[in-house]
């Protein structure tokens, strides 16, 4: 375990810690662990690998702490001043204004917008579940908040209105086909970096800031992602998750950092730091994944420019 955490902290480590295999065993470990399931026939290999997967995790996770701690540690831990630096993450936080947007948006062909869902769904690790278990033992007030939201993710007791199946939906309407093989590190990096924290109570306000991020900054990111798909012909019933995150999203953010991020911090400024780290973890997450989609996606693109001249 412990020369896990000393390569992780390696200066010359790759550009995501951890390499495209340990990425793909946690998230194996993650779709087997988190799902409902009989006692195992050998508890104890059971044990044995819950705690080899459990120091691989923590590891990836202190790896992504190490990166951004000191910006994190700049953020204010007043309410008032965390509030504002939060909420300016929305301009300033890394992978803001990625060019990968507009582009979904204005010129992916289907094909490329396929690729990129595909990507995105392999990568989702459950927001309901996520704040699910953040939620556990929570102060009162942030634990409404995070009741409400969950209540919504649930589609209010209304199956047409859960958001996990309206993007189950989609994946179907489109022919997707998401596999933890076939999706880049970066986004199963992602997914695990997510549930890392959500899972582990000593991350949970990592978690609380994370969420938070993610309701900050979806809105932008949905609402190109729906004009791409309009673009492209798509129906309603199909963009519609994308063009429900596009605007729900904003209020569930502003309710979130009112209701959650607000009373937490104020109880304990100690936690303005750690949502900080949880923010910029998922952040910059998110900023690798854009820039592995661009790599991918504009390779395609310049590589076959008769594309391009055959529509001309
Ligand atoms: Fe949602
Ligand atoms: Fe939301």
């Not at 508890?43 to 120091?55: F, G």
């Not at 607000?262 to 998922?282: F, K, N, Q, S």
């Given at each position: 375990m412990a020369s896990l955490f000393k390569w992780s902290r390696a200066?010359?480590?790759?550009?995501?810690?951890?390499t495209a295999e340990q990425q793909r065993r946690l998230a194996t470990w993650n779709r087997e662990r988190l799902a409902p399931q009989?006692?195992?026939?050998d508890p104890d290999a059971a044990l044995v690998r819950e705690s080899e997967m459990r120091a691989v995790e923590i590891a990836f996770l202190e790896a992504l702490r190490a990166e951004i701690s000191a910006e994190a540690a700049?953020?204010?831990?007043?309410v008032e001043g965390f509030i504002a630096w939060f909420e300016g993450l929305i301009e300033?936080?890394?992978?803001?204004?990625?060019?990968l947007f507009p582009w979904i948006a204005a010129e992916a062909s289907l094909d490329q917008m396929h690729w990129f869902l595909e990507q995105e769904a392999a990568g989702e690790a459950g927001f309901d579940d996520l704040v699910a278990y953040t939620?556990?033992?929570?102060p009162q007030q942030a634990k409404l908040e995070l009741a409400r939201n969950y209540w919504d993710e649930m589609g209010r007791g209304n199956p047409k209105g859960m958001h996990g199946p309206m993007l189950g939906h989609l994946i179907e309407a489109l022919d997707l086909a998401p596999t933890i093989e076939d999706t880049v590190a970066e986004s199963l990096a992602l997914a695990n970096a997510m549930t890392a924290m959500a899972t582990n109570r000593a991350y949970a306000w990592h978690s609380v800031g994370a969420l938070g991020a993610i309701e900050l900054t979806a809105p932008g990111r949905s609402a190109a992602t729906a004009m791409g798909l309009r673009r492209l012909g798509q129906p309603p019933e199909v963009r519609r998750y994308f063009d429900l995150h596009a605007t729900l999203d904003v209020k569930h953010s502003e309710a979130w950092n009112r209701e959650a991020l607000r009373p937490l911090v104020a109880e304990d400024p100690a936690r303005a730091t750690a949502m900080a780290e949880g923010a910029l973890i998922r952040l910059k997450a998110g900023a690798r994944c854009f820039a592995r989609y661009r790599s991918e996606l504009w390779s395609v693109r310049e590589s076959r420019p008769t594309e391009a001249m055959v529509h001309a």
């Amino acid at each position: 375990m412990a020369s896990l955490f000393k390569w992780s902290r390696a200066a010359d480590r790759p550009a995501l810690p951890f390499t495209a295999e340990q990425q793909r065993r946690l998230a194996t470990w993650n779709r087997e662990r988190l799902a409902p399931q009989f006692p195992p026939a050998d508890p104890d290999a059971a044990l044995v690998r819950e705690s080899e997967m459990r120091a691989v995790e923590i590891a990836f996770l202190e790896a992504l702490r190490a990166e951004i701690s000191a910006e994190a540690a700049a953020a204010p831990t007043d309410v008032e001043g965390f509030i504002a630096w939060f909420e300016g993450l929305i301009e300033t936080g890394p992978g803001q204004g990625d060019p990968l947007f507009p582009w979904i948006a204005a010129e992916a062909s289907l094909d490329q917008m396929h690729w990129f869902l595909e990507q995105e769904a392999a990568g989702e690790a459950g927001f309901d579940d996520l704040v699910a278990y953040t939620q556990v033992k929570m102060p009162q007030q942030a634990k409404l908040e995070l009741a409400r939201n969950y209540w919504d993710e649930m589609g209010r007791g209304n199956p047409k209105g859960m958001h996990g199946p309206m993007l189950g939906h989609l994946i179907e309407a489109l022919d997707l086909a998401p596999t933890i093989e076939d999706t880049v590190a970066e986004s199963l990096a992602l997914a695990n970096a997510m549930t890392a924290m959500a899972t582990n109570r000593a991350y949970a306000w990592h978690s609380v800031g994370a969420l938070g991020a993610i309701e900050l900054t979806a809105p932008g990111r949905s609402a190109a992602t729906a004009m791409g798909l309009r673009r492209l012909g798509q129906p309603p019933e199909v963009r519609r998750y994308f063009d429900l995150h596009a605007t729900l999203d904003v209020k569930h953010s502003e309710a979130w950092n009112r209701e959650a991020l607000r009373p937490l911090v104020a109880e304990d400024p100690a936690r303005a730091t750690a949502m900080a780290e949880g923010a910029l973890i998922r952040l910059k997450a998110g900023a690798r994944c854009f820039a592995r989609y661009r790599s991918e996606l504009w390779s395609v693109r310049e590589s076959r420019p008769t594309e391009a001249m055959v529509h001309a």
